[in-house]
C-alpha cells in the first residue's frame, strides 16, 4: 500500500563528538545543515546556529525542519565550521538512509535516536553526529512547526471485528508443572 501523505521531517540536532579539521580539534562555531537527497527536484534545507563554546564535542539541541520528497533515498547531514577569515570549512557529512526511519512497523510521528560515523572531504572518519528523526504525515492534524506536541502512537494492527469475531487478548497464566512431584 503505498503512502500518499505528504512528509516532513523534524530533525532533532543534538551533538557531536570528537569533531576535527586537518586532524585538530575544531575550537568553536560549528554548525549542522539538513537536507533530503531530492533526485534532481529542489530541496530546502535547515541549519543550526553555530556552536560558540563547546570545542570538538558541540551541543546543539535544536530542531530543524525538512521536506521528505517522494523517492528521497537519503538525508544529508553536513557538519561545517564557520570562520571569518576562510569561510565556512567542512568537517564532515552522513548519509542517512531514509529506510532507518521510514516503513517496516513503525508508527507514524516516531521518535527515532540515531547516532551516524560523518566522514570527512577524503572519506576518512571525523567525528560522530546524534540526532532524532520524527517523520510527520499530513494525516498528524499539524505542520512540521506543531510536531513538538505530543503525540500518541498508533500500534496495533486493525481489526475488522465483524469479520474476525472480534479482538481477543491474552493473559499468561502459571500452570503447576505436572511432571514435578
Known amino acids: 500500500m503505498a503512502n500518499t501523505h505528504t512528509r516532513s521531517l523534524e530533525v532533532t540536532v543534538i551533538s557531536g563528538e570528537d569533531l576535527r579539521i586537518n586532524d585538530q580539534p575544531i575550537k568553536n ?4 545543515t539538513v537536507k533530503a537527497d531530492s533526485r534532481g527536484s529542489s530541496s530546502l534545507q535547515d541549519s543550526t546556529k553555530p556552536d560558540a563554546r563547546s ?4 551541543y546543539w539541541d535544536e530542531k530543524l525542519h525538512v521536506d521528505l520528497p517522494a523517492g528521497s533515498r537519503h538525508v ?32 507514524e510521528n516516531y521518535l527515532h535516536f540515531l547516532s551516524y560515523r560523518l566522514r570527512d572531504a577524503k572519506g576518512l572518519r571525523n567525528g560522530i553526529i546524534n ?6 504525515t499530513s494525516s498528524y492534524g499539524g505542520t512540521a512547526a506543531q ?5 500518541e502512537p498508533k500500534f496495533g494492527m486493525p481489526v475488522e471485528r465483524e469479520k474476525n469475531g472480534g479482538t481477543v487478548t491474552g493473559v499468561p497464566v502459571r500452570y503447576p508443572n505436572p511432571w514435578k512431584s
Open 55 to 58: 570545542e570538538s564535542y558541540p
Open 131 to 136: 540526532i532524532s528523526v520524527r517523520v510527520v
Open 147 to 151: 510536531s513538538s506536541l505530543p503525540s
Open 29 to 32: 562555531n560549528a554548525f549542522v
Open 76 to 107: 544529508v547531514v553536513v557538519v561545517c565550521r564557520r570562520s571569518s577569515a576562510a569561510g565556512d570549512k567542512l568537517v564532515g557529512t552522513a548519509w542517512i538512509p531514509v529506510s532507518d526511519f521510514v516503513g517496516d512497523y513503525t508508527p
